[in-house]
């Protein structure tokens, strides 16, 4: 007997644990109680669906449409969590659901007192917030985000002692006054954020983006030690930010940004301070970047743009292997990029336009193999741009416009295979092109224009098949077209004013259907006005002033119908035009003649436009008269023969007798 006592104890286990689980199963089941079902039931009814097609392919729907009244709400009503236990509703999302209407004082939604995470984003509620959410104190998890929501939030919100988790960013109501628009934000006010941050111990999130905060942020903050993300952006935020919100010992996340007039420093970070993200853009910090920013170990996004941080960069910078965003654009920073920059292998995207960094910029800058985005615009880096920018295989944006960089480009330019938009303007570089930009073939936009480049356009150009912006303009390029430009198929802006570029505007052009904007001013082109240029239906501009074309312009350039623009004065055209643009887009061509222009067409020159129609009313007018003359003679004649026949007769009748005629 006691062989088989394991066994039979083991059939006893599997048989409770399966009899627990159908128990389980049975009690999970129609959980729902009565008065919360009515209650989601109720509140389906204070809203109605308000939604756009973006709304329906970004993944959104009306979740309150599966609410059923002869159904579980707690199993099969979508955005509602249950207690297990009891059936009380404790979950609510109803994020991103097409609802459109007030938040009302009396809803049914404060009728769910048992809730500990409630999430309304991203609906339009346009309405303010009822003091009753104050009544939801078990809340631990409360988001209202981005729900066009306005006024003051109410002082009971201290109420909610128990939150985790508080995100009431991004809300505004915005309306007309007769034609000026106007919009309300959230306010939250000083005291009332005061007395909300002392109860609230343990909050983790607190997100208030685009609130009206116009005051010093409360000191209490700092007692915040479980806080892990603050965002505050665009709040209009006054006085000194306190810089021991830096050093808790949970942060992970601050966003501070676009509070222009919020100062602060920055702290000695400890080291293993958790911090992920900072940004501090676009307000007034300022002081040197202390060295112990090195200590981030952790930091993956850095944005310090826009502010008045100075000073060198530290070294330190280095260290921090986790950054994949760094943003000093625009900051007050000088000195020389440090050459440890080029450790953070992580890194992503730098940006570093209108920064004050001089000399060469540092050949490390090849080791950041993981970028995608380099924006060195308007900087000061002086020299030649190192040979090794060619190692970034994972650049996609390049915009190197309005620095100092001089010289050649260099040829390994074209091992970035993977760029799509090139920005070389307003630069100092020098000399041709070369040949192994043909090799981009990923690329966009080709942006060169009022720089130093010369020699004649490759014909590698024609290899770029992917470009839909090529701009060449102020550059000292010469020489004709080459014949693979017309590979371009998918071009819609093509500029290559002010060069001197020769010969005739190729017909090949009128292959490239896509093309909006075509600028060839100020070159050197003669022959005729390209007749495959109307084959273009969907120019909206056209300028091709100031240069030698000559002959007459095509009638068919009426056929043009999306052109906006058209400019071709100062050439030698001749003859009538055919359109009715201003007098500015023909002044100085000398033979043209026609409307808008004060000289007249003769009678062997092409009549313009107008003078044809007109032409064309006169002949249809002349035979309509004749014929319409003659009709309208031959009934006037008919009538007035009956009349005066019938007259004639009557009056014989009357002198001469009926008698005489038997009548």
């Keep these: 007997m006691n062989q088989y006592l394991p066994l039979f104890l083991i059939a006893?286990?599997?048989?409770?644990?399966?009899?627990?689980?159908?128990?389980?199963?049975?009690?999970?089941q129609h959980l729902c109680l009565p008065d919360q079902s009515s209650a989601l039931l109720q509140l389906r009814k204070e809203f109605v669906d308000e939604y756009d097609l973006f709304d329906y392919y970004n993944g959104s729907y009306p979740k309150m449409k599966s609410w059923k009244a002869d159904s579980d709400c707690c199993s099969s009503w979508d955005g509602v969590t249950c207690d297990a236990l009891n059936g009380h509703v404790i979950g609510l999302d109803l994020s991103n659901s097409w609802l459109f209407g007030p938040l009302n004082s009396n809803s049914t939604l404060f009728r769910l007192r048992h809730l500990l995470k409630l999430n309304l984003a991203l609906n339009n509620f346009s309405s303010t917030i009822p003091s009753e959410f104050g009544h939801l104190v078990r809340l631990t998890h409360l988001n209202l985000s981005r729900s066009f929501l306005h006024g003051r939030i109410p002082s009971n919100f201290s109420r909610l002692f128990n939150l985790v988790s508080l995100d009431l960013s991004f809300n505004f109501f915005g309306y007309f006054v007769g034609a000026h628009y106007q919009y309300k934000n959230l306010k939250f006010k000083r005291n009332d954020l005061e007395a909300f941050v002392q109860n609230v111990t343990y909050l983790r999130e607190l997100h208030l983006d685009y609130l009206d905060l116009p005051w010093s942020l409360p000191q209490s903050l700092v007692n915040l030690s479980s806080l892990t993300s603050l965002s505050l952006s665009e709040c209009i935020l006054l006085g000194e930010f306190p810089s021991d919100i830096f050093l808790l010992p949970k942060i992970q996340a601050i966003d501070a940004s676009g509070n222009?007039?919020?100062?602060?420093?920055?702290?000695?970070?400890?080291?293993?301070?958790?911090?992920?993200q900072l940004c501090l853009s676009e307000t007034n910090f300022s002081g040197e970047l202390p060295d112990a920013i090195g200590n981030l170990k952790s930091l993956s996004y850095l944005d310090l743009s826009g502010t008045n941080f100075l000073g060198e960069l530290s070294n330190s910078i280095g260290n921090l292997k986790s950054l994949r965003h760094l943003d000093l654009s625009w900051a007050n920073f000088f000195g020389e990029l440090p050459n440890s920059i080029g450790n953070l292998k992580s890194l992503s995207h730098l940006d570093l336009s209108g920064a004050n960094?001089?000399?060469?910029?540092?050949?490390?800058i090849g080791n950041l193999k993981s970028l995608s985005y380099l924006d060195l615009s308007r900087t000061n880096f002086l020299g030649e741009l190192p040979n090794s920018i060619g190692n970034l295989k994972s650049l996609s944006y390049l915009d190197l416009s309005g620095a100092n960089f001089s010289g050649e480009l260099p040829n390994s330019i074209g091992k970035l295979e993977s760029l799509n938009a090139l920005y070389l303007g307003s630069t100092k570089f020098s000399g041709k092109l070369p040949y192994s930009i043909g090799k981009l073939e990923s690329l966009?936009?080709?942006?060169?224009?009022?720089?130093?480049?010369s020699g004649e356009i490759p014909p590698f150009i024609g290899n770029l098949s992917q470009l839909t912006s090529l701009s060449l303009s102020s550059n000292n390029f010469h020489g004709q077209f080459p014949s693979t430009l017309e590979n371009l198929a998918k071009l819609t802006s093509l500029d290559l004013s002010y060069n001197l570029f020769s010969g005739k505007v190729p017909s090949s052009l009128g292959n490239l259907t896509q093309l909006e904007e075509l600028l060839l001013s100020h070159n050197d082109f003669e022959g005729n006005f390209p007749i495959s240029l109307t084959n273009i239906t969907k120019l909206t501009l056209i300028d091709i002033s100031r240069n030698q074309l000559k002959g007459s312009i095509p009638s068919e350039i009426r056929n043009l119908t999306a052109l906006e623009s058209l400019d071709l004065s100062q050439n030698e055209l001749s003859g009538g035009q055919f359109w009715t643009f201003e007098n500015s887009s023909f002044e100085g061509n000398s033979g043209l003649c026609g409307s808008p222009l004060s000289k007249k067409c003769g009678n062997n020159e092409t009549p313009t436009s107008k003078t044809r129609q007109e032409s064309s009313i006169v002949e249809g007018f002349d035979w309509k008269v004749v014929v319409i003359g003659y009709a309208c003679g031959l009934i006037i004649g008919i009538v007035i023969g009956y009349f005066y026949t019938s007259r004639r007769t009557i009056w014989f009748v009357r002198n001469?007798?009926?008698g005489q005629f038997g009548l």
């Design 260 to 276: 222009n007039n919020l100062t602060g420093f920055l702290p000695n970070f400890r080291s293993g301070s958790s911090l992920k």
């Design 656 to 658: 001469f007798g009926e």
């Design 357 to 364: 960094f001089s000399g060469e910029l540092p050949n490390s």
């Design 444 to 453: 966009n936009y080709l942006k060169l224009d009022s720089s130093k480049f």
């Design 12 to 28: 006893f286990c599997l048989f409770f644990i399966s009899h627990s689980q159908t128990i389980s199963n049975t009690s999970s």
